[in-house]
């Protein structure tokens, strides 16, 4: 029998246990949903995942998308399985019911979409990227940008892109080139180059809309003059059919060592007349409108990292409970049987260790998720505040965490298959590849940290480290009085250490060279994410001792048992290190700071 995708039962634990999505029902916005609706979307995108996805994942891998010069080819079987799931909704799964979507609670959507990321990786990276690209039209485009661009997306006809990266300032935004000029009949024309933009040419749709970022002649330098504009790669008339072909052209195709199924493009705009852009919003706010896309896309850069690291811990424990292989120390008998390999400690150490990161890892993406819904649909304006306050905060370590320890959590399930782990005859190899893509996507790790502590730490007088606090000592408080109080004292620990780090590096500066307290900045994303995860399987570690306590079926007690060493091992193993980095980061050490280009 073959690996399930993902643990059902932990992703049933995570949706109505941990995060209890059934009582969404309760909100207006979700009036027409309930539990059984919720659970038929999910078992939709798994029914698409098993017979779509999976069987065509390493031909995928195998077989990339390539150009001619003139078109892009890929295998046909993509675009078959890409149809399935946009037919059955999941490219607008909670968009509006009037604009073609399903409406569900984020929680709900990320369950149901996790099924089709953990199967196909990038390849889903179509329907969200589209997605995200409807969501940012829907919020600050015009009426008639909505109507002309958003509703083909959510149902599937168009594509959607974001086009940012160019080949001479990276990440570094504020040195983009790229250049709008208005024209008379008030659209404008787009110059320049793009690199790296994902889905940026393919025939899955019937076009393909990309937002680009660009800079308006007399604007003002750095990020501060940055306007953003549809810029569609067919035009559209008036009535809604396609016209011309825009001035788009492919550039080239760069081929990933993962991620294979969803091409990366080269892009040049206005190579002949200009490409023909459409301005969203205001001229020189086209920043804070890409953060709506890019915001979500490193949400959805964490949660894809903690799929991947799922099904990879899933298939990892299916072959350690199949493969015979050795016997315990215990055992001097050569001549006894064989014992699985899931009987070695080692082995063990290495399948809870991906437990701990990949369940922990998404425990905090669909807390993500839940404060994405909240900041729109709580009942009182506070807590829609709240919510969007403790968002904005913690993205940097939404996207990273994730990023971070899910290919260490597919480095051990390659370790736990051996040999015939580092094969392409088992996926598990693959996942690590397309996973390691992330720590990359949408903002490095060295990115996310300088924006946790140098922007995000001190914006609005600390008001979302404070709210996060006060969320983690609620947590503290409730678990003090029973069986996890050790449990919770360890976290308070944590916390107090977390604190003296922040308010040290505050201090400092004030007092140092900023790019010396700045020098530090992943250790400390890393200490704060360490306390973010630890809380979080406290959370999860109460829901377990609370079901226990109800005197389950064996099966729900094995399950909740889980739970409880897999808290115990992040507690044990991972959540002690931060008081390494956290004396590194009071030492204020400079080895990477004063380390001189000439000594390399």
Known sequence: MAAPILCARDLQ??????FDAESLIQRPRYADHSVETFNAAIDTAQSIAEKYFVPIRKKVDEQPPTFD??????????????????????VSSTADFELGGMQLPPMVASVANAYLTAAASTTTGYLALSNANANLIANHGSAEQIET?????????????????????????????????????????????????????????????????????????????????????????????LGELNDVALAGLF???????????ALSFGENDGAVGYLVG???CGLTYMFHMMNEARVMVGTGAAC?????????????????????????????????IIEHADVRRMLLAQKAYAEGAFALCMFGAQLADDKDTEQTEEARHTAHTLLDFLTPIIKTW????????????????????????????????????????????????????????????????????????????????????????????????????????????????????????????????????AWLWLRQGLVAQKGMAAKPHETDQQFYAGKLQAMKYFFNFELPLIEVWSKNLLDLDATFYEMNNNWF
């Open 255 to 265: 081929h990933k060592m993962g991620g294979r199924g969803q091409t990366s493009t």
């Open 13 to 18: 634990f995570m949706l109505y246990e941990l």
């Open 282 to 284: 205001e001229e020189n």
């Open 308 to 340: 991947l690291a799922l099904t990879g811990y899933q298939y990892s424990l299916d072959y350690a409970r199949e493969r015979p292989q050795g016997r315990l120390p215990s055992c001097k008998d050569p001549s006894s049987a064989p014992v699985s």
């Open 69 to 90: 010069g003139k078109n892009v080819y890929m295998i046909p079987e993509i675009k078959v399985a890409v149809d399935a799931a946009t037919k059955a909704g999941f």
């Open 402 to 533: 994730p990023s971070e320890y899910g290919p260490k959590a597919n480095d051990l399930a390659i370790q736990v298959l051996g040999g015939h782990g580092y094969i392409n005859e088992h996926p598990v190899e693959m996942f690590y590849r397309d996973n390691r893509l992330n720590p990359i996507h949408e903002g490095t790790t060295g990115i996310q940290s300088l924006d946790l502590l140098g922007r995000k730490l001190p914006m609005n007088n600390m008001a979302g480290y404070r709210a996060f606090l006060a969320l983690v000592r609620g947590t503290i408080d409730e678990a003090k009085t029973g069986e996890l109080s050790a449990t919770a004292e360890r976290l308070a620990a944590a916390v107090a250490t977390l604190e003296t780090t922040t308010e040290h590096l505050l201090g400092a500066m004030m007092a140092k060279p900023i790019d010396l307290v700045m020098a530090n900045s992943v250790k400390y994303l890393e200490v704060f994410g360490h306390v973010v995860i």
């Open 149 to 241: 661009w958003v509703k083909p997306i959510r149902v599937g006809r168009f594509a959607g892109t974001m086009a940012m990266t160019e080949p001479g300032s990276g990440s570094g935004l504020a040195d983009l080139t790229t250049t709008a000029a208005p024209a008379e009949d008030g659209t404008y024309r787009i110059r320049g180059s793009k690199i790296f933009i994902s889905g940026g040419e393919h025939e899955l749709n019937e076009n393909i809309v990309h937002l680009v970022l660009a800079r308006i002649k007399g604007a003002p330098a750095g990020v501060k003059g940055i306007s953003l504009f549809i810029v569609p790669k067919i035009l559209v008339n008036a009535d809604g059919s």
